[in-house]
């Protein structure tokens, strides 16, 4: 099993072959195949032991108009989007065996700063999350309404201000209720499964991982996908990467950038855990009636956890 390099490599090591010399790094992985010949690459190159895949019949499981690859939360509101937009079959591939990606399996818990002044910034299908959650099991969720977003009523800035995140700094210019909901993320993704099962031209293949897409010169028309039935296709007219690192367009050679530059937001990774039997209010009420005692509480809690540690109810 080898295999010729390619022209560039080749080209860029002429002129170590001209001198009949060769650094150790590139010795060690090509060798030439005969004097003034092209180098080739060793067995074994840089990978160690390589395998050749035979050619393989994949059975066609599915045809769709649209196939989303991803059932986290973008490519749960893109699959319900596009039933919603008159497409006939949607099919909608996640490889776990629930959707919501972090939003639910990551245990976010809180989603921050949907609004500003009187404006909800983030609508449609996520909104949608919680009006719902609100309305069904409202003992999962805490959050000012909509209709409460921008006020400034001292009353209920007192009671929010005890749940981080849904006022406004105490140092900004003023204060006023932010669209910050807490959400138990078990209850939300029984309510993502309802708005699925909601759509009847939605088909939903659980426990299934998008692999590589099946291409047609530049276009995608289908993906190869793995599960416990093996190794199957499916095509489509239109595919949706939603896998959240690009494991589909990456390999269908789509410009992609694949490296955070200084523009990317970046932040530290959490460790979510629960504590139960805890009055959540009672405790939000006693660190802003006591904010000296409360900071000495965090502090020591930081050093029991060994790491920085704050407090959401859940």
């Given amino acids: ?48 032991k390589t395998y050749v895949e035979q050619p393989n019949t994949l059975p066609v499981s599915d045809e769709c108009d649209v196939l989303v690859i991803g059932g986290g939360s973008a490519g749960h509101s893109a699959a319900i989007a596009a039933a919603r937009a008159g497409c006939e079959k949607v099919v909608i591939m996640e490889r776990f065996g629930y959707f919501g990606g972090d939003v639910t399996g990551g245990f976010v818990l809180m989603i921050p700063a949907l609004s500003w002044r009187k404006y909800s910034m983030v609508r449609g299908i996520q909104e949608e ?8 099991a409202p003992e999962s969720y805490i959050c000012p309404s909509l209709d409460e977003i921008g006020e400034k009523s001292p009353i209920k ?9 849904c006022v406004t700094p105490a140092t900004s210019s003023e204060q006023y209720l932010v669209r910050a909901p807490y959400y138990d993320p078990n209850q939300l993704k029984i309510e993502m499964d309802l708005m699925i099962q909601e759509e009847p031209n939605i088909k939903v293949l659980l426990h299934c991982w998008g692999t590589k897409p099946i291409m047609d010169n530049d276009t995608i028309k289908g993906v190869i996908y793995e599960s416990k039935e093996g190794r199957k296709a ?15 367009y990456s390999q269908a050679g789509a410009p992609c950038f694949l490296h955070s530059d200084k523009n990317t937001r970046g932040s530290k990774t959490a460790l979510v855990w629960r504590m139960g039997g805890v009055d959540f209010e009672m405790f939000a009420r006693w660190s802003k009636d006591h904010p000296e005692e409360s900071a000495s509480f965090r502090q020591e ?9 704050m407090f959401f109810p859940t």
Wanted: charged content about 20%; overall charge negative; glycine content about 12%.
């Fill in 1 to 48: 099993m080898r295999q010729t390099c390619q022209y560039t490599t080749y080209n860029a090591l002429r002129a170590f072959c001209e001198t009949g010399m060769l650094p150790d790094i590139i010795a060690s992985v090509y060798e030439q195949a005969d004097p003034g010949g092209k180098y080739i690459l060793k067995d074994g190159g840089i990978m160690g």
């Fill in 301 to 309: 809690m930081i050093k029991v956890a060994g790491y920085p540690t």
């Fill in 234 to 248: 499916i095509m489509a007219k239109i595919v949706i990467d939603a896998t959240g690192d690009g494991d589909i």
């Fill in 157 to 165: 800035i007192d009671r929010w201000s005890m749940v981080h995140g």
């Fill in 129 to 136: 999350w919680f009006t719902r959650l609100d309305k069904t």
